[in-house]
């Protein structure tokens, strides 16, 4: 067999976790369900370097800064850090591209997902946080999802939450995940 050097070999199929809105707290369920991924995205209001820490060194990580992600609200030593993160992150998986902000600047939760897809008319999903509600719109392309909160902070009476894509060149396949509160 003859090995050819310009061959590149792709992943299939890839997991990517999607999380937000843990306000400097990573639930540890999710952190657990997240080490099983390829990926990880993070749609702001991150609320401190530890939960960057504590997110599973993986793949690719995207990470976009949230409202609530302010220096005052986050240690001055880790200001630096803050600064870092952008307001959009995208990720290329097999099958499209994803968009990932945090969903503050896109008006009323009404019109929020109309808003996404017009703005973003090119991604297979975007993907944004702000509001805690845990959402899977997949009624047009581009699909809209918010993984609700990963930390403790307001999961509306359930507990904190994520979302799960597995995503191929033919099929994409969302699943949700919410865990009781501990």
């Keep these: 067999m003859a090995y050819n050097s310009n061959e590149i ?10 999380i937000s809105d843990t306000h400097g707290h990573l639930n540890e369920r999710i952190r657990g369900l997240i080490s099983n ?3 990880v995205i993070h749609a702001g209001d991150v ?4 939960v960057l820490d504590a997110l599973p060194h993986l793949g690719t990580t995207i990470v976009v800064r949230g409202n609530n992600d302010l220096p005052e609200k986050w240690l001055k030593n880790e200001h630096r850090v803050l600064k870092q ?3 959009e992150g995208r990720l290329i998986v097999p099958g499209g591209e994803i968009v990932v902000v945090h969903g503050d600047k896109f008006g009323a939760p009404r ?3 109309m808003a996404l897809r017009k703005r973003y ?3 297979r999903m975007v993907v944004y946080g702000h509001s805690h509600q845990l959402c ?3 009624e047009s392309i581009p699909w809209i999802c918010n993984p609700g909160a990963a930390g403790n902070n307001r999961t509306y009476g359930g507990g904190p939450s994520c979302l799960v894509l597995t995503a191929s060149g033919r099929r994409w396949l969302i699943k949700s995940y919410r865990f009781t509160r501990s």
Excluded at 9 to 18: L, P, S
Excluded at 47 to 50: L, N, Q, R, T, W
Aim: proline share 7%; glycine share 6%; net charge positive.
């Design 121 to 123: 008319p090119c991604a």
């Design 111 to 113: 019109g929020r997902h």
């Design 9 to 18: 070999f792709i992943r299939v199929t890839e997991r990517i976790a999607i």
């Design 47 to 50: 609320g401190s370097k530890a």
């Design 85 to 87: 993160l952008p307001l």
């Design 37 to 39: 991924c390829d990926h």
């Design 136 to 138: 899977v719109d997949k």
